[in-house]
Structure formats: structure tokens, C-alpha cells
């Protein structure tokens, strides 16, 4: 079965760091792009950023809104992808999803995870 | 940045009727659009990619089309179970955007 699990959320104080997992299992991870979606309270979609595959040189490409300050990263020996997030601020408050791409758009996602920053 | 434009932001209808979403981009993405379904507290669920091809595993009462600039998302008989939020997305230029979703209610 396809799935992805994200972990790592939480509280956090606006201006520090907080890094997402998403841990892949029932594909090959590492021919797949990957994706960050994230959904502030009440609010719709929002894309975050993504992962190209080992074939593409993992590059990666960023809304602007988290550009220099989130940084999507992957260990393919693991199939995991990572979210690592700093000098969070409340706007970026919000459930973060993981989703495989296939290969442009998103087929599967993760169930997501909570992030709050908030002093 | 492409801007997708959904209409309505919600709709009230019945366990039978037919609805239609529409999803309009402020530039031409060829068929390069897809539509998620996502209920209260989960993650969106995957429905149609290339604008008309349908997820696997997902019901052909759904169906897309659409190419450009207009796309549309039709439910031919609406069920309890279909009663969610609807995105669009577009894929054919980053940043990768959403549309702001439509609510479909029951009447």
C-alpha cells in the first residue's frame, strides 16, 4: 500500500526552526518529485514547495512566501523527505502535507501534521 | 504567479442533482490541471489530473474538462459521501497554485 506519514509537528516560538519528515512506503520513492502542501486554519491549499527526483538532481523549487527560509531536503536510502523551516512566523501556521507527484501533479498524500507558531 | 480562479466558493444541492465547478486560470496551462476533494479535518484526496483523466480508483461520476484557461469539474449525481471541498490546481508553471475551493453543501 502507498502511504505517507508525516511527523515533526508542533509548537513553536515565531522566529525559531522546525523540521518535517514525511516517511514513504509502497513506491519507489526515489523516482518520485515530492511536494509540501500546507493549509493555514480555515483556509484552502497552498503550495509549499518540491523535491525533483535523483534523475533531475533533487533540485527544488519554493513558494514565495517560504523562499530562504524553508529548505526541502531528501534521503532516498531511507524514503524520506524532510521540511526544514526557520525563522517560522505565525503565518505559517498550519497542517503541512506531504504528497507524491506522478510525476507533475500530486496523486497521493500524507494525512499531514500541525505546526503552530505562536508565543 | 498564475492565478486560478474557482466559481462558486459554494454551492447547496441535493442527494441526485448534477453540479458543476468551474476553474478558470489567468493564463493559458494547457491541460495541465488537476481536482482534489477534501472533507473536514483530511488530507485532499486526488480526483482528476490532465484536466479530464481520472484518478484510479475514483467513481466515474466525476469526470473534467476543459483546456486554456476554463476547466470544469462535473459531478453527474451528487451522493452524501460527495459532500466536500473542491480544489484546482494548476501544474504548468511554478509556483504550483490552488484554487480558493468550493464548498459543496447539502440542501
Known amino acids: 500500500e502507498v502511504q505517507l506519514v508525516e511527523s515533526g509537528g508542533g509548537l513553536v516560538q515565531p522566529g525559531g526552526s522546525l523540521r518535517l519528515s514525511c516517511a514513504a512506503s509502497?513506491?519507489?520513492?526515489?523516482?518520485?518529485?515530492m511536494d509540501w502542501v500546507r493549509q493555514a486554519p480555515g483556509k484552502g491549499l497552498e503550495w509549499v514547495g518540491r523535491?525533483?527526483?535523483?534523475?533531475?538532481?533533487?533540485?527544488?523549487k519554493y513558494a514565495a512566501s517560504v523562499k530562504g527560509r524553508f529548505t526541502i531536503s531528501r534521503d532516498d536510502s531511507q524514503n524520506l523527505l524532510y521540511l526544514q523551516m526557520n525563522s517560522l512566523k505565525s503565518e505559517d501556521t498550519a497542517v503541512y502535507y506531504c504528497?507524491?507527484?506522478?510525476?507533475?501533479?500530486?496523486?497521493?498524500w500524507g494525512k499531514g501534521t500541525t505546526v503552530i507558531v505562536s508565543s | 504567479d498564475i492565478q486560478m480562479t474557482q466559481s462558486p466558493s459554494s454551492l447547496s444541492a441535493s442527494v441526485g442533482d448534477r453540479v458543476s465547478i468551474t476553474c478558470r486560470a489567468s493564463?493559458?496551462?494547457?491541460?495541465?490541471l488537476a481536482w482534489f476533494q477534501q472533507k473536514p479535518g483530511k488530507a485532499p484526496k486526488s480526483l482528476i489530473y490532465?484536466?479530464?483523466s481520472l484518478q484510479s480508483g475514483v467513481p466515474s461520476k466525476f469526470s473534467g474538462s476543459g483546456s486554456a484557461t476554463e476547466f470544469t469539474l462535473t459531478i453527474s449525481s451528487l451522493q452524501p459521501e460527495d459532500f466536500a471541498t473542491y480544489y484546482c490546481?494548476?501544474?504548468?508553471?511554478?509556483?504550483?497554485?490552488f484554487g480558493g475551493g468550493t464548498k459543496v453543501e447539502i440542501k
Open positions: 504528497a507524491r507527484d506522478h510525476p507533475y501533479y500530486s496523486d497521493v
Open positions: 509502497g513506491f519507489t520513492f526515489s523516482d518520485h518529485y
Open positions: 523535491s525533483r527526483n535523483k534523475a533531475n538532481s533533487y533540485t527544488t
Open positions: 493564463q493559458d496551462i494547457s491541460n495541465s
Open positions: 490532465a484536466a479530464s
Open positions: 490546481q494548476q501544474y504548468s508553471t511554478y509556483p504550483l497554485t
